[in-house]
Antibody
Framework: EVQLVQSGAEVKKPGESLKISCKGSGYSFTSYWIGWVRQMPGKGLEWMGI????????RYSPSFEGQVTISADKSISTAYLQWSSLKASDTAMYYC??????????WGQGTLVTVSS | SYVLTQPPSVSVAPGQTARITCGGN??????VHWYQQKPGQAPVLVVY???DRPSGIPERFSGSNSGNTATLTISRVEAGDEADYYCQVWDSSSDHRVFGGGTKLTVL
């Protein structure tokens, strides 16, 4: 059974760094792109970027380029999304997704990130 | 960048047919995918590649795509179909994945 299991909710202060994770299982982790999707409170879905764990080739939405870093450790089948300096506007639910073809066939359960002073 | 436009809301009575549109420039040349998101849950893929259904998705869910509009059709709507629906494409010119703004389906 394919599963994407994300790390737990985080509460951080502005300016702090953060790295959240997404562990894949039940399939060949290095054979599918893994992406990240943001959903701000009460808002829609936004594609942030994507990585191919096989060679760590990463692509970013222009809206998020330079704001976050997407990485992967294929030895432990885990993808990451990280911030070096959080802002209050980063408060959101973040989903990891597996891309098959041009669509997202599996979604993680989501990680809620709250940034507040 | 490529823009997908959805109506903010659609309302339908139980047993009727709901149609949710997704507009984009020459979207008929792209593969369109649809996701359902219920409150407090992660989105679920309900239609991919314009009209295919993942296993476990009822036949009541169908899709079409032509010209500048793609449509998700839900037949014999049930109370449990009440959710937000998002369309999504891959924009090959930029290699970006794009979501529509979402449509809230209300079952009256």
């Amino acid at each position: 059974e394919v599963q994407l299991v994300q790390s737990g909710a985080e509460v951080k202060k502005p300016g702090e760094s953060l790295k959240i994770s997404c562990k894949g299982s039940g399939y060949s982790f290095t054979s599918y792109w893994i992406g990240w999707v943001r959903q701000m409170p009460g808002k829609g879905l936004e594609w942030m970027g994507i990585i191919y764990p096989g060679d760590s080739d990463a692509r970013y939405s222009p809206s998020f380029e330079g704001q976050v870093t997407i990485s992967a450790d294929k030895s432990i089948s885990t993808a990451y999304l990280q911030w070096s300096s959080l802002k209050a506007s980063d408060t959101a639910m973040y989903y990891c997704v597996r891309q098959k073809g041009t669509y997202f066939d599996y979604w993680g359960q989501g990680t809620l990130v709250t940034v507040s002073s | 960048s490529y823009v997908l436009t959805q109506p903010p809301s659609v309302s339908v009575a139980p047993g009727q047919t709901a149609r949710i549109t997704c507009g984009g420039n020459n979207i008929g040349s792209k593969s369109v995918h649809w996701y359902q998101q219920k409150p407090g849950q992660a989105p679920v893929l309900v239609v991919y590649d314009n009209s295919d259904r993942p296993s476990g998705i009822p036949e009541r869910f169908s899709g079409s795509n032509s010209g500048n509009t793609a449509t998700l059709t839900i037949s014999r709507v049930e109370a449990g179909d009440e959710a937000d629906y998002y369309c999504q494409v891959w924009d090959s010119s930029s290699d970006h994945r794009v979501f529509g703004g979402g449509t809230k389906l209300t079952v009256l």
